[in-house]
């Protein structure tokens, strides 16, 4: 089963406030903000980075399930931890 759905919308959004925040240090005026922006950039990439390691590991997971849960001969030789 999946635990993270569909992504698309995050990611959308995460694209959408990162070129915001890219304008906002192109902006002549982003002095007073600037360590405020580059922290909140650094987050996103990190947000962005999480979903895309969560999803590949769940990608990795549905791959292995059936071969572990589903499976009688491994369920035997797996302790029931």
């Known amino acids: 089963t999946f635990l993270l759905g ?3 919308e995050i990611v959308e959004q995460l694209e959408a406030d ?3 925040l ?3 240090l192109s902006n002549r005026f982003v002095e007073y ?3 405020k ?3 909140w950039q650094r987050n996103l990439g990190s947000v962005d980075t999480c979903i895309n390691k ?3 590991i769940q990608r990795q997971w549905m ?3 059936p071969i ?3 499976s009688a001969d491994i369920k035997e030789q797996l302790p029931d931890d």
Do not use: S
Request: aromatic fraction near 20%; proline fraction near 4%.
């Open 22 to 24: 890219q304008g906002m």
């Open 37 to 39: 922006v580059t922290v």
């Open 18 to 20: 990162n070129q915001t």
């Open 33 to 35: 903000f600037f360590e």
């Open 63 to 65: 791959n292995l399930f």
């Open 6 to 8: 569909p992504i698309d």
């Open 54 to 56: 969560w999803m590949e």
């Open 68 to 70: 572990f849960v589903l």
